[in-house]
């Protein structure tokens, strides 16, 4: 049960950091389209849709299985369905916007321009965290070293088994 409430808060606290990342882009994206000056209509528009689209792109990110993985190990398939869910709720956000605004004092490109800006955010936010992972421990180490022979996926594979554990330290490939 402990184990299940740890990860229950990680999600929750992904989630957080999601929100911030989409907030973010949603603004940069109104900054950039009009030059860094804001004029009063789509500073209120901004301010009156940025909670729709925070709640929109969460729960496509939800339903999409973003919460689901464990950034440390994130793959390319992690990155496709981010940008899978990125530009679904981009089309579900100028859907919804259509009908509830009519588009007026929305400039259309933000949504085209949050699209790309959100997906380096997401997918920038998920490959440092498995790079900051991956980066060799300021350890002594006292293993045996070897070296890996070969080429494919097998030396990858026998290149992690032995990061972790102590008894061998690799020094190259061999091919």
């Known amino acids: 049960m402990g184990k299940k409430l ?3 808060g990680k999600t929750l606290a ?3 950091i999601d929100l911030i990342l ?13 030059n860094f000056s804001f004029p009063e209509a789509e500073t209120s528009s901004m301010l009156i849709s940025l909670p729709i689209v925070l709640v929109i792109r ?15 190990y994130v793959t390319l398939d992690d990155l496709m369905r981010i940008v899978k869910a990125v530009s679904f709720s981009t089309l579900l956000n100028v859907v919804i916007f259509t009908f509830l605004f009519r588009f ?3 400039p259309r490109s933000v949504f085209i321009i949050d699209m ?24 002594e180490v006292t ?12 030396p990858e594979a026998v290149l992690r088994r032995i990061r972790n554990t102590r008894d061998l330290q690799a020094v190259g490939y061999l091919d």
């Open 116 to 139: 790309f800006i959100l997906t380096v955010f997401m997918s920038g936010s998920r490959v440092a965290t498995r790079w900051f992972h991956d980066l060799p421990k300021h350890e």
């Open 58 to 72: 969460t729960a496509v990110f939800y339903y999409n299985g973003l919460y689901r993985a464990v950034w440390r």
């Open 6 to 8: 740890y990860w229950e």
């Open 22 to 34: 989409i907030a973010g882009s949603y603004v940069l994206s109104y900054y950039l389209r009009l």
């Open 14 to 16: 992904i989630a957080v």
């Open 143 to 154: 293993g045996k070293r070897v070296a890996i022979v070969g080429t494919g996926h097998t």
């Open 104 to 106: 007026e004092s929305f």
